[in-house]
């Protein structure tokens, strides 16, 4: 028996960041559009990343907080962990997430159906139903938006020993004795730092030479210095070979560090493993609709974010886009202002980071890395972020703030080790995308005492030094 296609202006797949406000923005011009969902409304940053693990750690940052109460002249008795109340104060704010979603749908007048959602011919989806069934929507236009899913490295018995990802870890509602964190990355930092203050030893895996690879030398340098004095054991140039036993009981991982071909064992009661991101169009049957993938799965699109196939769009993580809420809306812009005429690229976007580690890394522009890389001439203006007086007042001094400055005077890149270093990130970034002078920043009156103060200190810097590129070596002149 054939099932009926029902026919839609728009077919949005995923309700994630840039679907939803695709699906809001055009339901609310009176265009017939519905959404497939096979999880959670909302997409994974509202219920299962982003801001839940945030929560979580900004609860492990109280934590470190009272244990610091003397520091403070503030007289606290031992402090104990309760992980079920650390999983409700989430669960808490997940509810309310939710209901805002669901209201904000209701509201736009798009519908939502939820299950899973595949090709089966151009711009036409089957969705098996959550609740039973299969429904056909053949969209005018459709937009892809079904994001990407923690990797699984192919290590042998890994897949055996149930590891927890983000999402387990988020769940968790008992404090592991002993976890062992595979990848020295944003997600791994954050969540080996917070489960650390919550009471578990912690050892964290790195396959790179050291923590954050990808950042220049003197970020990974703080950081594993940050990672030793909160009692986290590192490992860097970690080859993993094999895995057995069970996550929550006991694991047994072994490695060896390099090329040396001596191998090593670890012992742990539980494995996280944060080890990238996959795309998640393994069961989309992407081909059906005459949409290609590249070799990793992800989405090919151009840089108006149309795939191979007339009408259809992918926004978000599934294109291939940096792997940031922040820019998965800005994808949704992209699009809809092409939508209403417009010629709105991905092209030399100007994308800030934010890992929130406790304190966190900021960073927008180039590094000093990658502008040695391009041969690009900077000046340097690089400070401790003791010299911004804040951090006194709140007895965070550790880490740093610097700044790139091109020939022209304009800035290249920031990047601000340190307590509430994302607030100085905004005034950084509207700088440059003003494209005006780092003097508008230097002589700018920050109101005093603040983080954001700290550009100031940090700008006056820069006549003191003038450290130039020189095939790819850094000179002072």
């Known amino acids: ?15 994630g960041e840039a679907g939803k406000f695709l699906a809001w923005n055009l339901a609310g011009q009176g265009e017939p559009t519905i959404v497939v969902e096979r999880g959670a409304l ?3 940053c509202p219920n299962v990343a982003c801001l839940p693990s945030k929560n979580v750690i900004h609860s492990a ?10 520091e403070y002249g503030i007289s606290t008795s031992d402090v104990s962990i309760d992980m079920q109340g650390v999983l409700g104060r989430k669960e808490s704010m997940i509810d309310g997430l939710a209901d805002l979603h669901i209201e904000r749908f209701d509201a736009s ?73 595979v990848g020295g990355g944003y997600v791994g930092l954050e969540f080996a730092q917070a489960m650390r203050r919550f009471g578990s030893r912690v050892t964290i895996l790195e396959r790179g030479p050291r923590l954050l690879h990808r950042e220049d030398e003197d970020v990974s340098e703080m950081m594993a210095g940050l990672m030793r004095d909160e009692g986290i054991d590192v490992l860097c140039n970690v080859q993993l070979v094999h895995a057995d036993g069970r996550c929550g009981q006991q694991v047994r991982v072994a490695f060896h560090i390099g090329d040396d071909t001596q191998i090593d064992t670890l012992t742990a009661n539980d494995l996280l493993v944060a080890a990238g991101r996959t795309p998640n169009t393994d069961r989309l049957d992407a081909s059906q ?22 009408g259809v769009w992918a926004l978000g993580e599934v294109a291939g886009s940096p792997k940031f809420t922040h820019v998965s809306y800005d994808d949704f812009r992209v699009v809809r202002e092409n939508l209403a005429g417009g010629n709105r690229t991905t092209t030399e976007r100007l994308i800030p980071s934010v890992m929130f580690t406790d ?15 391009l041969g690009i001439d900077y000046r340097l203006a690089k400070i401790p972020m003791s010299a911004v007086l804040r951090t006194r007042t709140l007895s965070e001094t550790r880490g740093f703030a610097k700044a790139l400055v091109g020939e022209d ?10 307590v509430e270093a994302s607030e100085m990130l905004a005034a950084v970034q ?44 850094e000179v002072s002149v």
């Open 409 to 418: 005077d304009r800035l290249l890149g920031f990047t601000a080790f340190g």
């Open 1 to 15: 028996m054939s099932i009926r296609k029902e026919h839609y202006r728009n077919v949005v797949i995923g309700s």
């Open 430 to 473: 509207t700088a440059m995308l003003a494209r005006v002078p780092y003097t508008l920043l230097r002589d700018a009156i920050f109101a005093h005492p603040t983080i954001a103060e700290g550009l100031g200190v940090l700008l006056s810097e820069l006549p003191k030094s003038r450290p130039m590129v020189v095939k790819d070596t």
């Open 42 to 44: 909302g997409g994974a």
């Open 289 to 310: 609709g005459g949409i290609e993938l590249d070799a990793e799965g992800y989405i090919r699109v151009n840089d108006r974010l149309e795939t191979t196939a007339k």
């Open 109 to 181: 007048g798009a519908e939502v159906v939820f299950g899973e959602g595949r090709f089966v011919e151009e711009r036409t989806i089957a969705v098996d139903l959550r609740s039973g069934g299969t429904r056909i929507l053949r969209g005018e236009r459709v937009f892809i938006a079904v994001g990407t899913r923690a990797k699984l490295p192919p290590i042998p018995g890994l897949a055996e020993t149930n590891p927890m990802t983000h999402v387990e870890m988020l769940n968790l509602q008992r404090l592991p004795e002993h976890l062992v964190v």
């Open 61 to 70: 940052r109280v934590a470190s907080l009272l244990r610091r109460g003397g």
């Open 359 to 373: 304190p966190q890394l900021a960073r927008v522009g180039l590094s000093e890395t990658e502008t040695q890389h």
